[in-house]
């Protein structure tokens, strides 16, 4: 089957008319973190969400609320021009209690002179018949019908989402017959991540300079390698007005999740000088929770002082950060050098291979069977979990349906162990599995 890119949708407006609420809610989980604080520093941007047939990616675009009102203004704007870059659809969200303000007025501008799509959400309409005059005064704005809702109260949201639909882009996909492998090579600034491609395809189709950022946008570059065709996905994407830290990381990880859902397999590239940063396990969390395969590559490692035991360190500082990734292939190159570059193609072909692994239904449940004897499975109030039947229902990531009595003794540390199970068996090196429960005659589902 081809691969499908979701369609991207940026929640954008003034600090605190409660984009991080609504975010929260369409996302169904606590993500970002509420406050009556404008610009209060969140954990994620960005979620996954479904709204009847549809998928889409949610990216919130709040930000740090500046004292002056024109550092106010410079601000919005970075952020509504991030969000005109990289969305399909742009949710403008405008605060119903306080009214129409200038900051609105401008950013309406910037939208409009876009020519994305926009729609225009009221929020804070607790009483759609008393506040009726509160939302019309948004028409104002020369941007379309406003949307009135309340976020706190999630009324309203219906309607918002089905106008929002409308504008997705057909799906694109790429031809049933493409044999090609794609690969994204995402990581921070300035960690050789164009070098390395450079390389990789022989010729420099991708400008490098010292400069972090210097690439204007993600490039995919097509290359024959041993008869096999590889498409790269280049992220370096840091195309930025603005000197703030937080504005660059956010970019830089809105970049990157377009790139990874587009791509079979992440090459996540970590400096060897720098060591593993807890922006690197951001970067790797956005692969990690689309299932994709990932390989970690350390690069510049001929710049490090090494002894017998170096590579075993730095192996235990990567697994350690990036726990959740035990599955991901690690890899110690030098893209000046060109050391163990050529290496990479191998691991890609290896982490392909594992990542479209189809295991015969039969097989699957002896080696499920075996390990039930193993290790007993949960049990509570008298009742044990029973794991039925399983059957393998697809590829990237490798993913099983069981059917059991219940999906709730199902407890996360006993999937972990069939996961091992399964891996040890058949090996599924470099990619995530997916474990689908649910209940025989029950229509409970658990991820």
Known sequence: MGRKSKPVVAIVGRPNVGKSTLFNMLAGRKISIVEDTPGVTRDRIYADCTWLNYEFTLIDTGGIEPRTRDVILA?????????????????????????????????????????????????????????????????????????????????????????VVKHFPAPTEQPEDDDSTS????????????????????????????????????????????????????????????????????????????????????????????GVSEQDAKIAGIAHDRGKAVIIAVNKWDLVEKDDHSTDRFTEKVRSTLSFLPYAEIIFISAQTGQRLVKLYDLIDMVSANQNMRIQTGVLNEIISEAVTIQQPPADKG?????????????????????????????????????????????????????????????QEKV
């Open 183 to 274: 690969i994204a090579v995402v990581g921070k600034p300035n960690v050789g991540k164009s070098s390395i491609v450079n390389r990789l395809i022989g010729e420099n189709r991708v400008i490098v300079s010292e400069i972090a950022g210097t690439t204007r946008d993600a490039v995919d570059t097509e290359v024959m390698h041993d008869g096999r065709k590889y498409t790269f996905i280049d992220t370096a994407g840091l195309r930025r007005r603005s000197k703030v830290k937080e504005d660059l990381e956010y970019y830089m990880l809105l970049r990157t999740i377009g790139a990874v859902e587009r791509a079979d397999i992440t090459i996540l590239v970590i400096d060897a000088s720098e």
């Open 75 to 163: 601000q919005m704007r970075e952020q509504a021009q991030i969000a005109i870059d990289m969305a399909d659809v742009i949710l403008f969200m405008v605060d119903g209690r306080q009214g129409m303000q200038d900051a609105d007025s401008q950013v309406a501008d910037m939208l409009r002179r876009s020519r994305k799509p926009v729609v225009l959400v009221v929020n804070k309409i607790d009483s759609y018949h008393k506040q009726q005059s509160d939302i019309y005064e948004f028409y104002n704005l020369g941007i379309g019908e406003p949307f009135g809702i309340s976020s706190v109260n999630q009324t309203g949201i219906g309607d918002l989402l089905d106008e």
């Open 383 to 443: 009742k044990m979990l029973k794991i039925y039947y399983s059957t393998q229902t697809g590829v990237k990531p490798p993913t099983f349906v069981m059917f059991v009595n219940d999906a709730e003794l199902f407890h996360f540390s006993y999937q972990r162990f069939i996961e091992n199970r399964l891996r040890d068996t058949f090996g599924f090196r470099g990619t995530p599995l997916k474990l689908i429960i649910r209940e025989r005659g029950g229509d």
